[in-house]
Each structure stands twice: as C-alpha cells, then as structure tokens.
C-alpha cells in the first residue's frame, strides 16, 4: 500500500473517531467494555500479541533473525501467561500492544516517501507510539482519561475537534500538490 492510501485511511478514521469522541455514550461504552469486559483482553491482546508474533517470525538475519524461534516461543509463552497471571486492565494493554503494531505498519508504508506532507502523518503517529507506550506501562491512566472525559463535556469537545480537523487535514493531504522549497 502506498503512503498516499495509508494517510488517506488514517484520516478518514480520525475523522470518524472524532465524532465518537463528542458522544458521552460511546466514551461509556467503551470504557465499559475496556475496563469489565471478559472479552475484551480477548480481542485486543489477541489480535495485537498475533501480529506482533508474524513480525518476530518475519525477522531478518540484521533484526536478530537467527534467534526468530526462541523469541517467538518467548514473546508467545509471555501472551499466554499474561491471560492468566495479569488480568487487571489486560484489555488497555492489549489495546497499546495493539496500537504499536498497527504504528509500525503506519510508518513503514511511508517510509522513503519524498513529500513534505510526510511529517503532519509521522508526527501522528509518534503521538500514537507515545501513548500506547504510557498507556502499555500504567494502564490506569487510560481508565481515568477516560473517566475525565465521561464527566467533562467541554474536554469531550476539545479533544473531538482537535481529532476531527487533523483528521480532515490528514484526509485531505494526499491529495494536494505540495512543493518543495
């Protein structure tokens, strides 16, 4: 995939995240779901934990290719255990293992794009990589995030309408001609 489709799909689901962010009901529901669901650890960890274990077994000779197998069985006996031993807010650390996986898949379709527009995505997704780091280390301050903007109408507002123009802005981007200085 191109780096213009990748910006493009990024945008437009910023975009369709912002209007989920004005909505008290939808914040409820999803905290709910992160935070007391059974299933949730499930799909987050599950679908986050799988592809990372593709990208170990993927590892070239350069990225400690040679030990692909004992990492893999490492990295895989470390997901296992983690559905049994570390319960407790497992769902917002799948969702950060999540989050970095698909960041990675982000900044490698970009990678040796020449255009200047480059750096408004990459710039996004460092702030992806930051906070799936924060939130990967001390899942709780998710979980009371999340509380603050289920009480804060004007911090819902704010945070919705900074994502809805960068999501426009990162819709719109591909498709203007930038030049060069």
Known sequence: MSGNVTIFIVGVVVTLLSLFSFSNNYLQKLSNW???SKYAPFVTLGIGGTVFLVNVFHLNMADFGEHRFALLALFATIILLSFFKMRELLSIRGLAVLLLVCSKAML??????????????????????????????????????????????TSRVILGTFLMIYGILLTFIPFGKVSHV
């Open 108 to 153: 490698d379709n970009v990678y040796c794009e020449p255009a200047l527009w480059k750096n408004y995505f990459v710039s996004f997704v460092y702030l992806i990589i930051i906070f799936s780091m924060l939130i990967g280390t001390m899942p709780y301050l998710l979980r009371d995030f999340l509380d603050f903007l289920i009480k804060s109408r």
């Open 34 to 36: 992160l935070l007391f």
